[in-house]
């Protein structure tokens, strides 16, 4: 290890103990998870059936048109959004953040699509990084003329990286953004009982099943009937499996990334109609 790296390291553990506990608890709990995976004696692609042409799945789950002209129009969002960060002199994609990805393509389409059809008034996500996800986000609520996000995210341990986050989003954008400097454990209780309604959730923190579980836990009681939530890294543990299994929600999508092997999942929360429940994903 660098020995810049490792007293940069040191200073932030001492100075915030409580984050440091925390990510001593990710890497016990991410160690748990791969026994776990391994005692399951499976691919998770299989257990959780990702499909491979999630668009109209998920479009027929929130109850909107298909082909979608909102679906067309998110390339121009990202690819302005990918050259735009090149220029500036960062790396996007796979590991480009200390060894974390960069928000999916296909992820980033499905949830510019929920903005687009949705029209949420708050969007919470935990995890910023480069802050590519926060601009399809942002850009989304700008065009509806409403809506704010708010982004709950612990930086990396490495302070030489802050300078980092969020630089995909622009100036214009920044007054409907809200950004939550901490873990998701620290912050989202208090920013959910704050906003008391979230429309739209994006879960890209720490993926261990413990971290999502809880944060999945934490802000669905404040979902409407019909709200989504968007999850990524389903791959890395059981989490996504069992919070459908408990909340019985009324659809639920998962799907490949574009690059890389990771899956992700989107939840909708059950309307009060009765028969409404539907499993809608099927193998690939």
């Given at each position: 290890?660098?020995?810049?790296?490792?007293?940069?390291?040191?200073?932030?553990?001492?100075?915030?103990?409580?984050?440091?506990?925390?990510?001593?608890?990710?890497?016990?709990?991410?160690?748990?998870?791969?026994?776990?995976?391994?005692?399951?004696?499976?691919?998770?692609?299989?257990?959780?059936?990702?499909?491979?042409?999630?668009?109209?799945?998920?479009?027929?789950?929130?109850?909107?048109?298909?082909?979608?002209?909102?679906?067309?129009?998110?390339?121009?969002?990202?690819?302005?959004?990918?050259?735009?960060?090149?220029?500036?002199?960062?790396?996007?994609?796979?590991?480009?953040?200390?060894?974390?990805?960069?928000?999916?393509?296909?992820?980033?389409?499905?949830?510019?699509?929920?903005?687009?059809?949705?029209?949420?008034?708050?969007?919470?996500?935990?995890?910023?990084?480069?802050?590519?996800?926060?601009?399809?986000?942002?850009?989304?609520?700008?065009?509806?003329?409403?809506?704010?996000l708010w982004s709950v995210d612990l930086p990396a341990i490495d302070p030489a990286l802050h300078h980092e986050?969020?630089?995909?989003?622009?100036?214009?954008?920044?007054?409907?953004?809200?950004?939550?400097?901490?873990?998701?454990?620290?912050?989202?209780?208090?920013?959910?009982?704050?906003?008391?309604?979230?429309?739209?959730?994006?879960?890209?923190?720490?993926?261990?099943?413990?971290?999502?579980?809880?944060?999945?836990?934490?802000?669905?009681?404040?979902?409407?009937?019909?709200?989504?939530?968007?999850?990524?890294?389903?791959?890395?543990?059981?989490?996504?499996?069992?919070?459908?299994?408990?909340?019985?929600?009324?659809?639920?999508?998962?799907?490949?990334?574009?690059?890389?092997?990771?899956?992700?999942?989107?939840?909708?929360?059950?309307?009060?109609?009765?028969?409404?429940?539907?499993?809608?994903?099927?193998?690939?």
């Amino acid at each position: 290890m660098h020995l810049g790296y490792a007293a940069r390291v040191s200073s932030v553990m001492m100075r915030h103990p409580r984050e440091a506990i925390e990510r001593v608890h990710g890497r016990i709990d991410t160690r748990r998870d791969r026994r776990e995976l391994m005692a399951l004696g499976r691919p998770l692609s299989e257990h959780y059936a990702a499909v491979s042409d999630w668009a109209p799945v998920l479009h027929k789950a929130i109850g909107a048109p298909w082909p979608c002209q909102e679906s067309e129009q998110f390339g121009e969002v990202w690819d302005a959004t990918v050259s735009g960060q090149l220029a500036a002199g960062v790396r996007v994609g796979l590991a480009s953040y200390r060894g974390w990805n960069d928000g999916d393509r296909a992820q980033a389409e499905a949830i510019w699509c929920l903005v687009a059809h949705q029209c949420p008034a708050t969007v919470v996500e935990t995890g910023v990084a480069h802050g590519l996800t926060s601009r399809v986000i942002l850009e989304g609520l700008q065009r509806n003329g409403n809506g704010h996000l708010w982004s709950v995210d612990l930086p990396a341990i490495d302070p030489a990286l802050h300078h980092e986050i969020g630089t995909a989003v622009p100036a214009d954008l920044r007054s409907r953004w809200t950004y939550v400097e901490g873990t998701s454990r620290q912050r989202l209780p208090a920013l959910v009982r704050k906003l008391q309604r979230v429309d739209l959730f994006i879960h890209d923190s720490l993926h261990t099943a413990r971290n999502t579980y809880f944060e999945l836990g934490t802000v669905w009681p404040a979902l409407p009937p019909g709200g989504a939530a968007a999850v990524d890294d389903i791959n890395r543990n059981l989490a996504f499996s069992r919070f459908v299994e408990r909340a019985a929600p009324e659809a639920w999508v998962t799907a490949r990334h574009v690059t890389g092997d990771g899956l992700w999942g989107t939840v909708i929360k059950a309307r009060p109609e009765p028969g409404s429940r539907s499993a809608v994903h099927a193998g690939t």
